[in-house]
T-cell receptor, first 112, second 117 residues
Framework: GENVEQHPSTLSVQEGDSAVIKCTYSDSASNYFPWYKQELGKRPQLIIDIRSNVGEKKDQRIAVTLNKTAKHFSLHITETQPEDSAVYFCAASRGYGNKLVFGAGTILRVKS | GAVVSQHPSWVICKSGTSVKIECRSLDFQATTMFWYRQFPKQSLMLMATSNEGSKATYEQGVEKDKFLINHASLTLSTLTVTSAHPEDSSFYIC?????????????FGPGTRLTVL
């Protein structure tokens, strides 16, 4: 089955710097890759997603890149702010109606 | 749009009792619902996938007789933890998908914190 690895497990950055979180997946049939932000005790919140027919997607300060050949995708947050501090999860899926397999998560701390 | 609710938001029960958690899609029809469990400082682990009107598909290692899932309608799925024990204490989160809202996106409920004494 699918296996998703996520790195780093913790990431501390200074406010205004960029943060990059990387994930690799094993199932070549996976075609949907969402990123979630989760605050303590809350539900995961979708922040950006990408499908396998696209190599890059951007939404304001957040971008995701996908390399299908290498089976890895990355989250990029620019101009980080203290409110970006949370746990971030990547996930992979075969698409509609199929399960999400999550990475282990990255604790992002943005220091002001 | 695409709002998923869960009830209760938290529950405390005694060891050996059963607890039912409800997951509802409020403004769309959820053809597929997923149940996840999240232990402290860990990731979300899928327990089972449920399609309306059919039996749930459980992930390896998840006891189907202990975690009963019913997806009786397009807006409601329930998870019953039977004979709960302290090791079942966790954060249970459901999600739902619908072809009418988005083909791939899963919409998560707010989660239910279960504590078994």
């Amino acid at each position: 089955g699918e296996n998703v690895e996520q790195h780093p497990s913790t990431l501390s950055v200074q406010e205004g710097d960029s943060a990059v979180i990387k994930c690799t997946y094993s199932d070549s049939a996976s075609n949907y890759f969402p990123w979630y932000k989760q605050e303590l005790g809350k539900r995961p919140q979708l922040i950006i997603d990408i499908r396998s027919n696209v190599g890059e997607k951007k939404d304001q300060r957040i971008a995701v890149t996908l390399n299908k050949t290498a089976k890895h995708f990355s989250l990029h947050i620019t101009e980080t702010q203290p409110e970006d501090s949370a746990v971030y999860f990547c996930a992979a899926s075969r698409g509609y109606g199929n399960k999400l397999v999550f990475g282990a998560g990255t604790i992002l701390r943005v220091k002001s | 749009g695409a709002v998923v609710s869960q009830h209760p938001s938290w529950v405390i029960c005694k060891s050996g009792t059963s607890v039912k958690i409800e997951c509802r899609s409020l403004d769309f029809q959820a053809t597929t619902m997923f149940w996840y469990r999240q232990f402290p400082k860990q990731s979300l682990m899928l327990m089972a996938t449920s399609n309306e009107g059919s039996k749930a598909t459980y992930e390896q290692g998840v006891e189907k007789d202990k975690f009963l899932i019913n997806h009786a309608s397009l807006t409601l799925s329930t998870l019953t933890v039977t004979s709960a024990h302290p090791e079942d204490s966790s954060f249970y989160i459901c999600s739902a998908t619908s072809s009418s809202v988005s083909t791939d996106t899963q919409y998560f409920g707010p989660g239910t914190r279960l504590t078994v004494l």
